[in-house]
């Protein structure tokens, strides 16, 4: 079994089952131990557990960009 899946804010992700409104690509907005997801056809939020999510995620559509520390802007970097 290897480690969890690298993802990324704004990573677009296609799910195994489409959501109710008939979208099936998602836009990963939370990270953490629970993964925060935004439809990209109804724009309705879902929050997902991680090992969940991994389960029921099937590619990724397009990768967003690694941060070193999203807590940080560039503009307070010495």
């Keep these: 079994m290897s480690g969890p899946i690298a993802l990324y804010l704004d990573d677009i992700v296609q799910m195994r089952k489409p959501h109710a409104c008939g979208g ?3 836009r990963v907005v939370r990270l ?8 990209r ?9 991680r090992s969940e999510f991994e389960r029921r995620m099937k590619r ?3 990768r967003g960009q690694p941060e070193s520390d ?3 802007s560039p503009s307070e970097l010495p």
């Design 24 to 26: 099936d690509t998602w």
């Design 32 to 39: 953490g131990a629970d993964i925060g997801i935004r439809c």
């Design 41 to 49: 056809t109804c724009n309705r939020k879902v929050l997902l557990p």
């Design 60 to 62: 990724f559509v397009q």
């Design 70 to 72: 999203p807590e940080i």
